[in-house]
């Protein structure tokens, strides 16, 4: 079956830049996203890629996508502590097309 | 983005009774919504998937006599978990995936439910 496996934690300072992996196993996934959970919250939606890219940027974030590898990852640049939280990594899975995730990964930003 | 809101967002309750959990999608229309479990420190687990007007799809190990599910509406699911007991306690979360699209839409995440059965 499908399976995402993420590092459990990654402890960056302020201003630095942060990189989450990711690795997946369904190489038919169309779409693979993050998302950001801060304490006691839901689910943010941060970003996503399509399968067919091999990176894309918005502002902050950088997705890298190698299909090769069936490896994923997040570059947040210039990191704040407002981006400590758990990031997850998701790929869609299932015959409904939900979404199969990662453990998750805990970013501490150290001022 | 699209809004996808849950209610309540926090409840607590003795073992034995049951629990209703509704989850809204505020400005779009959804056609399949579904219920994850999160437990303290762990990843979301797919409980269900609830597709308007039909009967929601269990995962294995799932108890569909336990956790009631009803899709009635383009705009709502509801969760009840029945005679809860405290191995039930953990976080809810509901997500939506818009009427227009297919399989490979974006889903969107509610703010989560955080049970506690004493």
């Known amino acids: 079956g499908e399976d995402v496996e993420q590092s459990l934690f990654l402890s960056v300072r302020e201003g630095d830049s942060s990189v989450i992996n990711c690795t997946y196993t369904d190489s038919s996934s169309t779409y693979l996203y993050w998302y950001k959970q801060e304490p006691g919250a839901g689910l943010q939606l941060l970003t996503y890629?399509?399968?067919?890219?091999d990176m894309k940027q918005d502002q902050r974030l950088t997705v890298l996508l190698n299909k090769k590898d069936k490896h994923l990852s997040l570059r947040i640049a210039d990191t704040q502590t407002g981006d400590s939280a758990i990031y997850f990594c998701a790929e869609i899975g299932g015959s409904q097309g939900n979404l199969i995730f990662g453990k998750g990964t805990k970013l501490s930003v150290k001022p | 983005g699209a809004v996808v809101s849950q209610h309540p967002s926090r409840v607590i309750c003795k073992s034995g009774t049951s629990v209703k959990i509704e989850c809204r999608s505020l400005d779009f229309q959804a056609t399949t919504m579904f219920w994850y479990r999160q437990f303290p420190k762990q990843s979301l687990m797919l409980m269900a998937t609830s597709n308007e007007g039909s009967k929601a799809t269990y995962e294995q190990g799932v108890e569909k006599d336990k956790f009631l599910i009803n899709h009635a509406s383009l705009t709502l699911s509801t969760l009840t978990v029945t005679s809860a007991h405290p191995e039930d306690s953990s976080f809810y979360i509901c997500?939506?995936?818009?009427?227009?699209?297919?399989?490979?839409?974006?889903?969107?995440f509610g703010p989560g439910t955080r049970l506690t059965v004493l």
């Open positions: 997500s939506a995936r818009a009427r227009a699209g297919g399989r490979w839409d974006t889903q969107y």
């Open positions: 890629i399509f399968s067919n890219m």
